[in-house]
């Protein structure tokens, strides 16, 4: 995965803030958006593409995908004022949620092994002797016949001088579950069908072809309408800003929303019913329970581990309980959940009790757009706060031990943690369902309460964060320290 340090997030970043300054000014609709390009690719600055021409077209298109917009629809006719009437106009977010810039993505080769100039064709040839195909020969360097290749990786692995190198396609090679292949015209298209939403495309793409397609637009709308919103923050979103909670509650105050809610408070429900329903689960005779947080895995279940189907919790998510709360309070509220990926968006599509999902990204530009630093705001003081282990959700492990804290009998839980949905964590998936389905026996590794994150290391590492994962734990870590509550 790219570091979060990147152009293709400045620019990610910079088109936010744009474009909420512009909405935010009541000048979205007008051609003061069709500058955008041009100002942010001004005549003799250096391009990226071929042409600065080509750079201002690139940028064009993305900036549909920041205004909600599929860049499938783009049609060069149209004026970027075009477009943002009808981000402005619309009832609610369409699908998909994801959008494919095929002018920007590479067309990358299908992955292969390529021999760099590295080799020194050396007399012990160990990467000819281990080639099960006899694909390579050596005339004073390494030579790879691509038509014999299996794409093993032995000639990789075996280069006592790293000399070769396996090229992939850094999209589909992601894609836990692949869901990304080529079209005819080389370019990358998603299956819908197959796709869980983890977002690990976008977070690999070095070209920023893979684009999620943001309601910012929409959030900020409802605002300037005067309409109640609510901002309910994930626990993740606490770790992403340099800056004490209650300071966090003023910065959100301040750019509009008329209410916060920590969504930790929905992640204590969550514990509370999961415990209760581990334990109904355990005395029926279930062999395991998975948890239902990470929208991400339970989608990769539905569609590729229907064996493991009966095992997920039938508890709803933190997202949904908070939403729940927000509605019983003032049915008429606009809730806008915040969290730091994709999959959430997804499952707010189907939420009764959610409206809208921005990400970490998002709100950091919202702030941006109105010159709102959370770390100089002043202190809201917080009153009934979510307990310590609902704001840890947002690491791995911490959904797990924030259900054993609830049960009555710890003692019987013997919890597993599936720490990330790449190739292996799919493995480990299939395993649990080869388990439940009786196909084969439980290892003594294997847990009767298995917890699964589809981002390594939990949702502070989710793929729209703003934060280095160890810099957010230790911001996750003062979050929950400054509850009062267990």
């Not at 004026?79 to 981000?87: G, H, I, R, S």
């Not at 002797?129 to 794409?151: L, Q, R, S, Y």
């Not at 990786?153 to 396996?166: D, M, R, V």
């Not at 894609?175 to 869980?196: L, N, R, T």
Request: proline share 4%; hydrophobic share 40%; glycine share 6%.
């Amino acid at each position: 995965m790219l570091n979060i340090n990147n152009n293709a997030a400045n620019v990610k970043h910079e088109l936010l803030v744009r474009i909420a300054k512009l909405q935010l000014s009541g000048k979205l609709d007008s051609r003061e958006v069709n500058r955008i390009p041009i100002q942010m690719k001004p005549a003799g600055s250096m391009p990226i593409g071929c042409c600065l021409f080509h750079d201002r077209e690139l940028l064009k298109m993305r900036i549909l995908a920041r205004m909600g917009i599929s860049v499938e629809n783009y049609n060069e006719d149209h004026e970027l004022d075009e477009y943002a009437k009808e981000a402005l106009e619309r009832k609610k977010p369409t699908w998909p949620m994801i959008t494919v810039l095929n002018e920007a993505c590479n067309g990358c080769v299908k992955q292969n092994f390529m021999v760099t100039n590295a080799c020194q064709g050396c007399f012990a040839r160990p990467c000819m002797m281990n080639c099960p195909k006899k694909a390579i020969h050596i005339v004073h360097h390494a030579h790879i016949d691509a038509e014999k290749c299996i794409h093993c990786g032995l000639c990789e692995q075996n280069c006592p001088y790293h000399a070769i190198i396996k090229i992939t396609v850094p999209c589909e090679a992601a894609c836990p579950v692949g869901a990304i292949s080529k079209g005819e015209d080389g370019h990358e298209i998603i299956d819908f069908h197959k796709c869980i939403y983890c977002g690990k495309c976008m977070q690999s793409c070095p070209f920023g072809a893979m684009m999620d397609k943001s309601q910012l637009v929409d959030v900020i709308k409802h605002i300037m309408n005067g309409k109640k919103v609510v901002a309910l923050f994930a626990p993740a979103i606490a770790s992403q800003f340099k800056c004490e909670p209650a300071q966090l509650y003023t910065a959100f105050k301040k750019s509009g929303f008329s209410k916060i809610i920590e969504v930790a408070k929905g992640a204590d429900i969550t514990a509370e019913k999961e415990a209760k329903e581990f334990e109904e689960r355990m005395a029926r005779g279930d062999k395991l329970m998975t948890t239902s947080c990470c929208s991400a895995y339970v989608r990769a279940v539905h569609i590729h581990v229907p064996d493991l189907d009966s095992c997920v919790s039938e508890t709803r998510s933190p997202m949904h309980y908070t939403a729940e709360l927000a509605k019983q309070e003032d049915p008429d509220c606009i809730t806008v959940f915040i969290g730091p990926c994709l999959a959430k968006r997804r499952e707010g599509f189907d939420d009764e009790f959610v409206d809208y999902v921005i990400s970490a990204e998002e709100l950091s530009a919202f702030f941006d757009a109105q010159d709102i630093v959370p770390a100089k705001q002043e202190k809201i003081e917080i009153g009934n706060k979510a307990s310590s282990s609902g704001r840890n959700f947002a690491r791995t492990g911490g959904v797990a031990e924030a259900v054993k804290l609830r049960l009555s009998n710890p003692e019987k839980l013997k919890f597993d943690v599936i720490n990330g949905l790449d190739k292996n964590g799919m493995k480990k998936l299939k395993m649990y369902g080869d388990i439940n389905a009786g196909r084969i026996e439980a290892p003594e590794t294997a847990g009767n309460l298995v917890e699964v994150m589809s981002c390594e290391g939990g949702c502070v590492a989710g793929p729209c964060v703003i934060t280095k994962v160890n810099v957010a734990n230790i911001q996750l870590d003062k979050y929950v320290k400054d509850s009062n509550v267990e």
